[in-house]
């Protein structure tokens, strides 16, 4: 299995881009995908998550309005489209696959190698 992540980058204050995650090596519509992010010395946190039919969970507090994960099944890719971005949104970003059930924030299966996003002016 490989989760390969694309589209970090360095960005204004402000400044949008979209993260893509390209799943290989297992069947996609089988598993609940997920975005996640660390920043230099703290743990990793939970962004937001989609399942199978394209059904949303967000953390509220730290991307809420800013931030839409969507997949698209055909292409075997889950996006994240992050817009109105903050110095504190720098982070490597990482995309992860859950096939189980139980909660959406945790016992991810899979994960990519991370694409990393630096805001700052």
């Known amino acids: 299995v490989q989760l390969v992540e694309s589209g970090g980058g360095l960005v204004q204050p402000g400044g949008s881009l979209r993260l893509s995650c390209a799943a290989s090596?297992?069947?996609?519509?089988?598993?609940?995908m997920g975005w996640f992010r660390q920043a230099s010395g703290k743990e990793r946190e939970f962004i937001a998550t989609?399942?199978?039919?394209?059904?949303?969970?967000y953390d509220a507090d730290s991307v809420k309005g800013r931030f839409t994960i969507s997949r698209d099944n055909a292409k075997n890719t889950v996006y994240l489209q992050m817009n109105s971005l903050k110095p504190e949104d720098t982070a490597v970003y990482y995309c992860?696959?859950?096939?189980?059930?139980?909660?959406?924030?945790?016992?991810?299966?899979?994960w990519g190698q991370g694409t990393q996003v630096t805001v700052s002016s």
């Open positions: 992860a696959a859950k096939a189980g059930s139980g909660s959406v924030y945790f016992s991810y299966d899979y």
């Open positions: 090596g297992l069947t996609f519509t089988n598993y609940r």
């Open positions: 989609i399942n199978r039919s394209g059904g949303t969970t």
